[in-house]
């Protein structure tokens, strides 16, 4: 499965501005000297995370057979079968018996089970007075399923014929639809919603059908296809499933695409496996291994040990998979200038067997995500653009370049391969470093002069130097770097972390509550409203009595 990308969450509150760094208050968390116990409480900030699109399709023709027995189309839509309907100029019936605007299947991991969501955005709405189909109010909505990733091997099968139908069930596990939904939440919305129904072993109430006929005609291979929603009862949806019924599937109606975009559509994505790695790693091949196994259980930071120690001998010295996992594995903990070195140096190793070539195409493209994070847009379009023209085909990295890169000129691939990123000249990149305070103080100046990125550089080497120092120091000040960053996620993870270590460490108090704050502000920024105010609520009994930092908890928690 190609690694996860991130994107910022662009969020407009109290009069914020798209670019700006965030008015609210934030804490800053300082040096502590005193015991406080404080438990951990874990809540959303364990949810899965949903993937960026890993393929789309936007447009396909809609064919419905009509009560007149004439054939009608419409881009996107399915209409009525009755003509009366199709005719008549009411908003409610112009839109269809369905409509979708972008249909997305993106990645998502739970328990060491790898899932696929298929979102459903389309248009929907209500009359103010429906009786008289008056007053239409617009909405924006949509449907979402999810379901084991290894299903989408069946909707296509190996051995599959042209004219021939096809019909799967996909067995979702969770699913839901949001009307008005947020744009910057609503994924967070579905990770809740798929976290609780799979904790709680509760059932999905719909289930999807996907029902597939390739077709060639006229020189052309095109796919027709249908999305059925049906209740999640057997009886509800076996006849659909039985043999017998297959000729009936597109006899009124369906969607026809491209042969090729509805294949790239429902491409199976965890066709890349990995063993789980059991035992002490005793050899760089061993480390390796461990290595791989952690990044596919999202065990993150033990992922960046692990090939840190297998990078100390050949082969996996010169391997560029070695950095390549361990700089996704750095950007999923939020560790976007760690990350980058990592990118470099695995770009730079291109390597010579092809097999290979297209992990080292998305390494070029995740190096782009990274430089996106740090707000270099010019640089990720330039490692975008030359992952397409090095021959990178992906639906993600077209609407990158599209929403991103519009007045971004790009000519040619620049990719020097000989080259490795160098800190600027007379300077000691913290990596290089070995006094423990010297680095952990330099981060602190560097977070209070406002160098978030740099700063969290310099506490990843204090951990790296003294991981049991002063930790819940060097979690709180990360987690503020990454707050002012708008890594929302990574800075919840931060302050998880912080408020662990505190229950075994020395912590003052005042500490304590910035902590709590700062955490709810990460939550409140990702649409977790409740669990927001309620580490709002632990700032306050931990002694918060900043005014400013008052103001805005009574404002988003009346």
């Keep these: 499965m190609r690694p996860l990308v991130f ?8 009069g914020l501005l798209q670019g700006q ?3 609210y208050p934030v804490q800053s968390a300082q040096p502590y000297n005193a015991l406080q116990d404080h438990p951990v409480e874990r809540s959303m900030n364990n949810l899965p995370i949903l993937s960026e699109p890993r393929s789309i399709l936007e447009t396909a023709m809609g064919w419905t057979l009509q009560d007149d027995g004439k054939w009608i189309s419409k881009e996107n839509r399915l209409l009525y079968s009755k003509a009366e309907y199709n005719s008549s100029g009411k908003t409610y019936y112009k839109l269809g018996k369905e409509n979708f605007e972008v249909i997305e299947m993106r990645d998502v991991s739970y328990k060491n089970e790898q899932y696929a969501v298929l979102v459903i955005k389309f248009r929907t709405g209500y009359y103010e007075f429906p009786i008289l189909m008056d007053s239409w109010h617009n909405q924006q909505a949509l449907s979402y399923f999810v379901f084991k990733a290894d299903k989408l091997k069946e909707v296509i099968p190996e051995k599959m014929e042209f004219n021939k139908p096809y019909i799967t069930n996909m067995e979702v596990v969770c699913d839901g639809t949001l009307l008005e939904y947020d744009k910057n939440t609503w994924t967070t919305t579905i990770s809740y919603f798929l976290q609780k129904t799979l904790s709680d072993k509760t059932f999905a109430s719909h289930n999807l059908l996907i029902a597939f006929w390739p ?4 020189g ?7 999305l059925i929603q049906v209740m999640n009862k057997a009886k509800f949806y076996t006849p659909y499933l039985e043999l017998k019924n297959r000729d009936k599937l597109f006899r009124s109606s369906y969607y026809e695409t491209e042969f090729s975009l509805f294949q790239d559509l429902m491409r199976y994505s965890g066709s890349i496996p990995f063993q789980l ?16 196994s952690n990044y596919g259980t999202e065990n993150y930071s033990q992922c960046v040990y692990d090939m840190t120690e297998a990078a100390k001998a050949q082969p996996y010295v010169d391997f560029f998979l070695t950095y390549a996992y361990r700089a996704n594995a750095r950007q999923k903990l939020g560790d976007f200038a760690l990350a980058m070195q990592d990118f470099d140096k695995a770009v730079n190793l291109k390597p010579a067997d092809l097999t290979y070539y297209s992990a080292w195409l998305t390494t070029i493209y995740n190096r782009g995500v990274a430089r996106q994070n740090m707000k270099d847009i010019n640089g990720a379009c330039q490692d975008w653009n030359t992952a397409v023209q090095l021959g990178f085909k992906d639906l993600a990295t077209d609407n990158a370049i599209k929403e991103y890169c519009k007045n971004y000129r790009y000519t040619v691939p620049s990719v020097n391969f000989n080259a490795v990123s160098q800190a600027a000249p007379g300077s000691s990149p913290p990596e290089m470093q070995t006094d423990y305070y010297k680095v952990y103080w330099d981060g602190v100046w560097k977070y209070e002069n406002g160098n978030y990125a740099e700063a969290i550089r310099y506490f990843n080497r204090a951990l790296q130097l003294q991981p049991q120092t002063n930790v819940v120091g060097i979690y709180s000040y990360r987690g503020n770097c990454k707050l002012k960053l708008t890594d929302y996620a990574g800075a919840i993870m931060d302050f998880d972390y912080a408020i662990g270590f505190s229950a075994s460490q020395p912590t003052e108090s005042s500490t304590m509550k910035s902590i709590y704050y700062n955490r709810g502000l990460s939550n409140f920024f990702l649409g977790n409203a409740a669990i927001a105010c309620s580490d709002f609520q632990k700032s306050l009994n931990a002694g918060m009595s900043d005014p400013q930092s008052l103001i805005f908890i009574k404002q988003v928690c009346k």
């Design 21 to 23: 760094n965030p008015s």
């Design 220 to 226: 052309q291979s095109l796919a027709r296809f249908r």
């Design 7 to 14: 994107i910022l969450l662009n969020i407009v509150f109290s």
């Design 215 to 218: 077709v060639q005609t006229g």
């Design 277 to 292: 790695f059991t035992g002490n790693p005793q050899t760089p091949d061993e480390f390796y291994k461990r290595g791989v």
